[in-house]
């Protein structure tokens, strides 16, 4: 029996590098610096500051996307590990199952086939369904 082939380990999950981790630091420290601006803006008129809390919105919702790409990249990384592992530790117990399948079918006695269940002799019919149990799992 051949071993099943294994996915090639992929880094479809990687985290920021370059370009992308420089651009969300600077959004996240940008964001900063505008909750420090809205900080000393507090006796500022109704109007400004609802139009302030207006922008902040938007700015908020730009740096929550940079947190999220830079600290959900990690946690995703982690969690698509973890699944190729779980893959590969039952992809085996898998192959095995559709062996055993296999052998059972291979196994079951030829009254099975026709339906005569009176034909059966002692012990067949115990194979009869386990040959039936693994053509209905295993089509």
């Avoid at 051949?2 to 630091?25: K, N």
């Avoid at 008129?45 to 809390?53: F, G, K, N, Q, Y």
């Avoid at 207006?54 to 740096?63: D, N, Y």
């Avoid at 995703?76 to 085996?92: L, M, V």
């Amino acid at each position: 029996m051949t071993e099943p082939e294994q996915p090639p380990a992929t880094g479809g999950t990687r985290s920021l590098t370059g370009i992308a981790l420089i651009a969300a630091l600077v959004v996240l420290v940008g964001f900063g610096v505008f909750i420090w601006f809205l900080a000393t803006q507090s006796r500022t008129t109704e109007v400004s500051w609802t139009r302030l809390a207006w922008l902040f919105a938007s700015v908020e919702a730009i740096a929550f996307g940079a947190a999220g790409a830079l600290f959900g990249s990690t946690i995703q990384r982690q969690r698509a590990e973890q699944a190729e592992a779980a893959a590969a530790a039952n992809a085996d117990a898998a192959a095995r199952g559709r062996a055993l399948s296999a052998a059972i079918q291979a196994d079951a006695p030829s009254a099975d086939a026709r339906g005569d269940l009176e034909a059966l002799g002692p012990g067949d019919d115990v194979a009869a369904r386990h040959a039936a149990l693994a053509r209905a799992l295993f089509p």
